[in-house]
DNA sequence: ATCAATGCAAATAATTTGCAAAAAG
DNA sequence: CTTTTTGCAAATTATTTGCATTGAT
């Protein structure tokens, strides 16, 4: 029985602190458990508050400061989505090419993959003299049940 | 003869001002002014350096009133390209789907269109219950050229 | 022991806002 | 005239940082 993604992605993240020489404190530790345990964007305030859960003495500075680590790790993707607070993607190890619509009515955040895309921004990139690293797309679409409707089953409707 | 899609799109930013009742006051005309008479994609420091060559009395405070009139009127588009700072897109009116390449070696950004990718986005977008209203697309990369050459002939590299 | 990591509180920096004066229509 | 807009300076707010202390290895 293999690991699980996310097992896997907590355990490529202690790894990338061993190999930069950083320690597994019980503050880290709480925020990466929490981190690689949810599949939903979150904020550093909701990290922090929900890392405060595991052990209360994490702090907004640690939080703060384990931030890029997660980022520069690969395994967590800042975001952002028009809003005054950077968010984070903690499915990026699993799905390295997702994608998101963000409904207008809803509020939510839907993730979807397509290698078509990929390949097409590939070809397009090359062709312009450039070397694909990362992509992000964010389709900003409205609820078509909704507007049928009057209402949707969707999140915040 | 017709207008260029710039000075369409200051004119089209004058109707929208005097739908809303808003007045055009000298500041708002150096404003607009520089933002119809550039392709580049510009910061709000910028915006208020180069308004304020063409009217000194431009104040940082009406630069940042007059960028959300400039993109709540959909002709300029507010873009994070991951700087502590936003970027405002004067191209959107001419090329509403346009996406970007940033480039990691040149810190240069291109601009490209693809039907291709806009014609799958709907169609994923649709058989998950959204119509598109928008959508970005920036895709991070390096340059070949550099990688071949040990230089190349794009902006700063 | 040694050096990294923490919490706290103060600092930073882009953006926003209250207000009295000025300008548009 | 009336209402919007302006510049200024102060406020806001997410994020960052200095420092003395604590904790991991």
Partial sequence: ?????????????MDFLGTRNLRLTS??????????????????????EWSRERDQSVSRATVYRTLPLLTESGLVREMDF???YKFYDPNYADHPNHNHIICQDCDKIVEFESDKIAKIEERISHKLGFTVKTQRLQITATCEELKRMGTCKKKAC
Avoid at 1 to 13: I, V, Y
Avoid at 38 to 43: A, C, E, G, R
């Fill in 82 to 84: 028009g809003k005054d």
């Fill in 27 to 48: 503050q880290r530790q709480a925020i990466i458990d929490t981190v690689f345990n949810t599949d939903k964007h979150f904020t550093a305030e909701q990290l922090l």
């Fill in 1 to 13: 029985m293999s690991l699980t993604g996310k097992q896997a992605a907590k355990k490529r993240f």
